[in-house]
């Protein structure tokens, strides 16, 4: 079964520098990678989904990268700003159902 | 506008009683799913389902039971045999392929314990 972990649980940043998140993954024959922020009290937004053929994915000030050989993946986001707290999740696609495997998730704070 | 609502916000169970969870989609959506979220951990895959009138366990489906009559709801009974049903509860959707179309969530029904 795939496992999906995400360290550290919880990083605070100063405005204006990079974030750079990590998700590790134990079964390298996987489907896709996602990845998805959480407001508090909300459900999940969709930022960016790797295909295992892929190894990046680029949206504006993010891009998430895939290698499947370490068993990684990593969301950078560029210049932060304090709108970009949120707790961010990471999810492996483990099969052709859709199903996911969530990592408990980074609570990111940006500070002005 | 299209997305997935998900009613009510706040649920009350006393003990012994089922109560239902709604999920509605409008984005012509084939495959939902229901997750439960608990403090401080990632999200645990309850109940999926690609077509109508077909769905398959997730990894905790035990105290759970869906339906899905039809394509644009999937709702979540959480019976009474769900000894520890307090959580965050999501319901999701996502295209024909499932795997290869990001999933798409609602705002979540949080569900206590009188």
């Known amino acids: 079964k795939q496992e999906v972990t995400q360290i550290p649980a919880a990083l605070s940043v100063p405005e204006g520098e990079n974030l750079v998140l990590n998700c590790s993954f134990t079964d390298s024959a996987i489907y896709n990678l996602q990845w998805f922020r959480q407001d508090p009290g909300k459900g999940l937004t969709s930022l960016l989904l790797i295909q295992s053929s892929q190894r990046e994915q680029t949206s504006g000030r993010l891009n998430a990268s895939l290698d499947k050989s370490s068993g990684r993946s990593t969301l950078y986001i560029a210049a932060s700003q304090p709108g970009d707290s949120a707790t961010y999740l990471c999810?492996?696609?483990?099969?052709?159902?859709?199903?996911?495997?969530f990592g408990a998730g980074t609570q990111v704070v940006v500070t002005p | 506008d299209g997305g997935i609502t998900q009613s009510p916000k706040y649920l009350f169970r006393k003990e012994g009683q089922n109560v239902t969870l709604s999920c509605e989609q409008n984005l012509n959506h084939d495959a939902m799913y229901w997750y439960r979220q608990d403090p401080g951990q990632g999200l645990r895959l309850i109940y999926y389902s690609q077509i109508v009138n077909d769905f398959q366990k997730g990894d905790i489906a035990e105290g759970y039971s869906v339906s899905r009559e039809k394509k644009e709801s999937f709702p979540l009974t959480v019976t009474s045999a769900q000894k520890n049903p307090t959580a965050f509860y999501l319901c999701?959707?996502?295209?024909?392929?499932?795997?290869?179309?990001?999933?798409?969530f609602g705002d979540g029904t949080r569900l206590s314990i009188l």
């Open positions: 999810a492996g696609g483990a099969d052709s159902w859709g199903k996911l495997q």
């Open positions: 999701a959707s996502s295209g024909y392929t499932g795997f290869n179309q990001p999933q798409h």
